[in-house]
C-alpha cells in the first residue's frame, strides 16, 4: 500500500531513510485530481528514480481573492489510487496549517519572467508558487522534480528558481497531454458544461495555428498573435485574457521569431480559464 502522510517531520524521516540507503528520489508536485498529465509525469518520475514521492496539495497563497481555491476540485481517494497504481511510493499530502504554521513569514518573490502572460493578470501567483515549490523542495530533498510544459511560465521560473537559489536538483519538464480531440487535460476542465467543453477546442485550434505558421516560416510575432486572436475570437464564449509569444527563457516578448520561443494563451470559456502553448526553436 502507498504511504500517505501529511506531517513533514515524517516525510523527512523517510527521506533520510531512502537517502542513507543511496536511494534516488523523484518529486511530483501536484494540486491534487489527477488526470493523464499528472500520470505521465509520475510515469516518468518512476522510470527515472528509485523512488516517488507526489506532493497533493492546494496552496492557498497561489491564488488571489475571488480566484478558485474554495471551488478547486479535491479527490484524494481516487488521487491515491492513481499514485499508487502508477508506481509511486509516498505521497504528502499536507494541510494549509502544516504548511503554514502561524507566524510563516517568509516568502519567494522573483522579479524577473512573473511579468509577462500569467503573471499580469494574475500578479501574485508565481510568488505563491516558488514560496510552496521551494518549501517542497527542502522537505522532500529530490535528485529530480517534474513539471508539465502545460504551466510553461511556471516551469520557466522554476528552472530560473532553482539557478538563483542554487537548489541541488535536476528540473525536468514533461510535454502537454491534450484529450483526443486536442483540449489540454487540466483539473480545471471539470468546470466546463457540454457546450463550453465543445467551446474549449478553440485554444487547442488557435495553438495548432500558430504552429503551423511557424513551422512554414512565419517569424513575425504580431503576425502569429493576430491569426491566433482572429482564430479565439470566432468562438462566441471566449474571452482572451492574452495571446503572446514570448522568449522561452526569460519569458520577455519577442517581435521576430527566433530561437526558442513560447508562444502562449489564457482564455476564459464561461467562467473557466483555461490556457495552452506551444514552445519551438528555430
Ligand atoms: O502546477 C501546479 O499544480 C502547482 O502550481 C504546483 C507546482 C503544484 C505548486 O502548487
Given at each position: 500500500?502507498?504511504?500517505?502522510?501529511?506531517?513533514?517531520?515524517?516525510?523527512?524521516s523517510q527521506?533520510k531513510?531512502?537517502?542513507?540507503?543511496?536511494?534516488?528520489?523523484?518529486?511530483?508536485?501536484?494540486m491534487?485530481?489527477?488526470?493523464e498529465?499528472?500520470?505521465?509525469l509520475?510515469?516518468?518520475?518512476?522510470?527515472?528514480?528509485?523512488?516517488?514521492?507526489?506532493?497533493?496539495?492546494?496552496?492557498p497563497?497561489?491564488?488571489?481573492?475571488?480566484?478558485?481555491?474554495?471551488?478547486?476540485?479535491r479527490?484524494?481517494k481516487?488521487?491515491?489510487?492513481?499514485?499508487?497504481?502508477?508506481g509511486?511510493?509516498?505521497?504528502?499530502?499536507?494541510t494549509p496549517e502544516?504548511?503554514?504554521?502561524?507566524?510563516?513569514?517568509?516568502?519567494?518573490?522573483?522579479?524577473?519572467?512573473?511579468?509577462e502572460?500569467c503573471?499580469?493578470?494574475?500578479?501574485?501567483?508565481?510568488?505563491?508558487?516558488?514560496?510552496?515549490?521551494s518549501?517542497?523542495?527542502?522537505?522532500?530533498?529530490?535528485?529530480r522534480?517534474?513539471f508539465g510544459?502545460?504551466?510553461?511560465q511556471?516551469?520557466?521560473?522554476?528552472?530560473r528558481m532553482?539557478k538563483d537559489?542554487?537548489?541541488?536538483l535536476e528540473?525536468?519538464g514533461c510535454?502537454?497531454?491534450?484529450?483526443?480531440?486536442?483540449?489540454?487535460?487540466?483539473s480545471?476542465?471539470t468546470?466546463?458544461n457540454?457546450?463550453?467543453?465543445?467551446a474549449a477546442?478553440?485554444?487547442?485550434?488557435?495553438?495548432?495555428?500558430?504552429?503551423?505558421?511557424?513551422?512554414?516560416g512565419?517569424?513575425?510575432s504580431?503576425a502569429?498573435i493576430?491569426?491566433?486572436?482572429e482564430?479565439?475570437e470566432?468562438?462566441?464564449?471566449?474571452k482572451?485574457?492574452?495571446?503572446n509569444i514570448?522568449?522561452?527563457e526569460?519569458i520577455e516578448?519577442?517581435?521576430?521569431?527566433s530561437?526558442?520561443?513560447?508562444a502562449?494563451?489564457?482564455v476564459?470559456?464561461?467562467?473557466t480559464r483555461?490556457i495552452?502553448n506551444?514552445?519551438?526553436?528555430?
Amino acid at each position: 500500500m502507498i504511504k500517505v502522510s501529511g506531517c513533514i517531520s515524517e516525510i523527512k524521516s523517510q527521506i533520510k531513510e531512502w537517502k542513507r540507503q543511496g536511494l534516488s528520489i523523484g518529486l511530483v508536485p501536484t494540486m491534487g485530481y489527477l488526470h493523464e498529465g499528472h500520470q505521465s509525469l509520475i510515469e516518468r518520475a518512476v522510470k527515472e528514480n528509485d523512488r516517488v514521492v507526489v506532493s497533493i496539495f492546494v496552496n492557498p497563497i497561489q491564488f488571489a481573492p475571488g480566484e478558485d481555491l474554495e471551488s478547486y476540485p479535491r479527490d484524494i481517494k481516487k488521487d491515491t489510487v492513481l499514485c499508487e497504481q502508477t508506481g509511486a511510493h509516498l505521497i504528502f499530502n499536507p494541510t494549509p496549517e502544516e504548511m503554514y504554521p502561524n507566524g510563516f513569514s517568509t516568502n519567494v518573490t522573483m522579479n524577473g519572467l512573473t511579468k509577462e502572460l500569467c503573471g499580469k493578470t494574475r500578479p501574485t501567483h508565481f510568488g505563491g508558487v516558488c514560496t510552496v515549490v521551494s518549501k517542497l523542495f527542502n522537505i522532500t530533498a529530490p535528485d529530480r522534480a517534474y513539471f508539465g510544459e502545460k504551466d510553461a511560465q511556471q516551469l520557466a521560473i522554476i528552472k530560473r528558481m532553482v539557478k538563483d537559489l542554487n537548489f541541488d536538483l535536476e528540473i525536468v519538464g514533461c510535454p502537454i497531454v491534450r484529450e483526443k480531440d486536442g483540449l489540454a487535460k487540466s483539473s480545471r476542465n471539470t468546470y466546463l458544461n457540454a457546450t463550453e467543453r465543445k467551446a474549449a477546442l478553440i485554444l487547442s485550434k488557435a495553438i495548432s495555428l500558430g504552429k503551423e505558421m511557424v513551422k512554414n516560416g512565419e517569424r513575425s510575432s504580431a503576425a502569429v498573435i493576430k491569426a491566433m486572436t482572429e482564430k479565439i475570437e470566432t468562438e462566441p464564449l471566449a474571452k482572451i485574457d492574452y495571446v503572446n509569444i514570448v522568449n522561452a527563457e526569460n519569458i520577455e516578448p519577442v517581435d521576430t521569431i527566433s530561437g526558442s520561443i513560447l508562444a502562449a494563451i489564457a482564455v476564459y470559456i464561461g467562467k473557466t480559464r483555461l490556457i495552452d502553448n506551444f514552445m519551438i526553436t528555430v
